[in-house]
């Protein structure tokens, strides 16, 4: 559809004639797999007839592996009308036709999944050209730890009770540890070949055991004493704000101390409220934000904390019981705490690592 306006003006005026091209393009699953032919056609000529065999073979299982993930995306279809998509297609077909290893196919259908869900963030659609580049040339076992060193910096349980948080987080990292994870310097090298990571030779990572609980600090962060000045205080911030008091439960590690169920501060800005509702003359439970006031309220509390750098040491001690109580968490610490060189994540290694993770993960959030 073509929509023009034209403008008329003086003898000295300036005349801009200003056109609107508007295009609907309705692409089902048929026409798809017709483009995605359609793209394969341009890498045929580039091939040998014996080479030609194999790489069509290869194709074909991506296709099978593409079409029922991105037709389940609600308006993913329609970017197959997109030049830029379209060119992307055709990298990812020659990453496909490039590798033996048949992983490689699902990887591939969540990095164009990607690339629909960020098409108008250009940075994001760098990072995501770039992975479907090295998606044939990445090792297993750098693949395997860029993964979990993502999963590491990416995600932490939304529950505030501790030990559910730490069997959620021991469930995810069992899904990732597909095979052995790596160890010794060459699998950093090959990322940073690839520009997957960057490697800091001067510097250290973390340990397991002060980067969690930094991360999760509702759960080693001391409380409020029982019975206390500050635990009447806390009921009555609460209390004021119409908000159950139910929120304080007694801290795991210290049975004479109450804490917020929350895994840190900044989760309290992400709290809701189950109300009781009646739609169409039947009960019903919904979420419903907390108001500013109510969260500056929980904020408060937070604040009524000991401060006893002795009782959250002891705390810490005993989240690492905990930790080393789930078979993948162990294995976790133990391998993230001899990395031998500190490194950092880029962009392109993130989306291919977030990839991979959603490949193994299918209830992970998408990427931010």
Known sequence: MINSQDQKGGDSSTNIQARQIVMHVGIDEKRAREIYQEMNLQLRSEYSQEALNIANYRVAQFEDKLMPKITQVEGALE??????????????????????????????????????????????????????????????????????????D??????????????????????????????????????????????????????????????LSGYI??????????????????????LSTNILVEHSFNSGYVRLCIPNKDSVDRLSSTIRVVQNGIPTSIQQDLSKEQKQAIHSVYELYTKDESIRQANVNLFLEEWDKRSSLKTLRKWWNNIPTAFTVTSVGKVLAHSNAQRCDKNLPPLD
């Open 154 to 215: 990416s995600f932490l349980p939304s529950s505030g009770d501790i030990h559910q948080g730490l069997d959620v987080m021991n469930e995810l990292f069992g899904k990732l540890f597909y095979r052995g994870l790596p160890v010794g310097q060459d699998w950093l090298d090959h990322l940073d070949i690839l520009d997957a990571v960057r490697l800091n030779g001067f510097g250290t990572l973390k340990k397991v055991e002060q980067y969690y609980p930094e991360h």
């Open 79 to 152: 970017a197959f009308a997109d030049p830029s998509f379209q060119l992307l297609l055709v990298e990812a077909q020659k990453s496909a036709a490039s590798t033996e290893r048949p992983a490689d196919y699902d990887l591939l259908s969540e990095l164009l999944i990607h690339r629909f869900q960020k098409g108008e963030n250009r940075i994001a659609r760098a990072g995501i050209s770039l992975a479907v580049e090295i998606v044939d040339k990445v090792s297993d076992d750098a693949l395997l730890g860029l993964t979990v060193r993502h999963a590491l």
């Open 221 to 242: 962060d001391v409380g409020i004493e029982k019975n206390s000045e500050s635990y009447k205080k806390s009921i009555e911030i609460l209390s004021g704000q119409k």
